[in-house]
């Protein structure tokens, strides 16, 4: 299995409209983040998408992918949902509704926000999806593992995902110590890390997710939902542990 990120950007992306911050002015590749997503290859072959925010066409393109077979979302905000329009041509070219696995909660978000794609005289064109309602235990997809991981963004639950010996969790303030214990001694762990300092109400800042890493001991740490006070990819990489750095829109992972 394999994964690359799609995107390592917080809610806006770097840079965002306006910035003059230096990192938005960067000229290194690494420094721009669009919108926090990935895409999972499975031993079968199979693509699965963790979130669909507004970059998603930009992202497919940008790196050549040309298929989806299942999404996966965390929660219902719209840097996380707001992209599932452009899978059209994706679901056109399967000729099967496109599998959604989710929260309740996000669900019915989704059906507010995308009403059309479920309407019984369904405009032509228009995407056609099916949600799967989660709960917080593991099921199958395409012959593989997937575990929910719940984790709180504020005040809401939201999920991570756990596949194998790896973890993706996006958007989280807080983790409770039941959760964590899936989280123990994994190969790779994925989480947010908004910025170095400055605590924030909703996402973990750089000394929460050492905190963190040192409880959990992953082998391996790649830090996502990233803003431009992260500052400097290549910098701030220089700044951390050996078994933890930035990662960067385009990288992939085997495991």
Known sequence: MHLIF????????????????????????????????????????????????PDFRQQMLLHQEKQVDAVLLTHEHNDHIIGLDDLRPIIFHNKKNMPIYCKQRTGNEIKNRFPYAFSQNKYPGVPSFDIHILENHAFSLFNLEIMPIEVMHYKIDIFGYKFKNTAYI??????????????????????????????????????????????????????????????????????????????????????
């Open 170 to 255: 996006t958007d989280a303030s807080g983790i409770s110590d039941q959760e964590k214990i899936k989280l123990k001694n994994l190969d790779n762990l994925i989480i947010n890390c908004l910025r170095k300092d400055n605590p924030h109400l909703s996402h973990f800042i750089l000394s929460q997710v050492l905190n963190l890493v040192d409880e959990l001991k992953p082998k391996k740490t790649y830090l996502t939902h990233l803003s431009h006070q992260i500052g400097f990819h290549d910098e701030t990489n220089q700044q951390l542990p050996d078994n933890i750095q930035l990662a960067y829109d385009g990288l992939k992972i085997s495991f």
């Open 6 to 53: 799609l995107g390592t950007g917080t809610s806006q992306g770097v840079p965002y409209i306006g910035c003059e911050h230096p990192v938005c002015l960067s000229k290194n590749p690494k420094d721009k983040r669009l919108r926090s997503s990935i895409l999972v290859t499975t031993d079968s072959h199979h693509r699965i998408l963790i979130d669909c925010g």
